[in-house]
C-alpha cells in the first residue's frame, strides 16, 4: 500500500511557476513508477507526465512539454511537477499516482492515487 499526498497548489498569473510535490508513504517508493495527471471541471483526467523507477526516464504530455518538468528523489519519497510558463489552460486539479507497471499514460494503469491539489492560472 502506497499513500500519496501533494502539497504545492495555489493560484498564479499566467506564465507564471509553481511546484508541485507528492510525498510517499512506505518503503516501496522506488519501486513504483510515478505520473502526474490532472482533471479541469467536466473533463475526463488527463496525463500530465510520468516518470519511470530510478528517474532516468521521463515522458510527457504534448501540451506541457517544454513546459513542466519531472523529477523524483527517492531518499525522500517524493516526487515533482516544476510548472513554468503557465497558461490558463493548465487549470486543474493536479494528482499524483504509482504505477507498478512502469511508465503508463493511462489512469487504468496507476494504481494508488492522492488526493489531488488546485493548480489556478489566471490571464
Known amino acids: 500500500q502506497v499513500q500519496l499526498v501533494e502539497s504545492g497548489g495555489g493560484s498564479v498569473q499566467a506564465g507564471g511557476s509553481l511546484r508541485l510535490s507528492c510525498a510517499a508513504s512506505g518503503r516501496t517508493f522506488s519501486s513504483y513508477a510515478m505520473g502526474w495527471f490532472r482533471q479541469a471541471p467536466g473533463k475526463e483526467r488527463e496525463f500530465v507526465a510520468a516518470i519511470s523507477r530510478s528517474g532516468g526516464n521521463t515522458y510527457y504530455a504534448d501540451s506541457v512539454k517544454g513546459r513542466f518538468t519531472i523529477s523524483r528523489d527517492n531518499a525522500k519519497n517524493t516526487v515533482y511537477l516544476q510548472m513554468n510558463s503557465l497558461k490558463p489552460e493548465d487549470t486543474a486539479v493536479y494528482y499524483c499516482?504509482?504505477?507498478?507497471?512502469?511508465?503508463?499514460?493511462?489512469?487504468?494503469?496507476?494504481?494508488?492515487w492522492g488526493q489531488g491539489t488546485q493548480v489556478t492560472v489566471s490571464s
Open positions: 499516482a504509482a504505477s507498478k507497471l512502469g511508465l503508463g499514460v493511462g489512469v487504468r494503469e496507476y494504481d494508488y
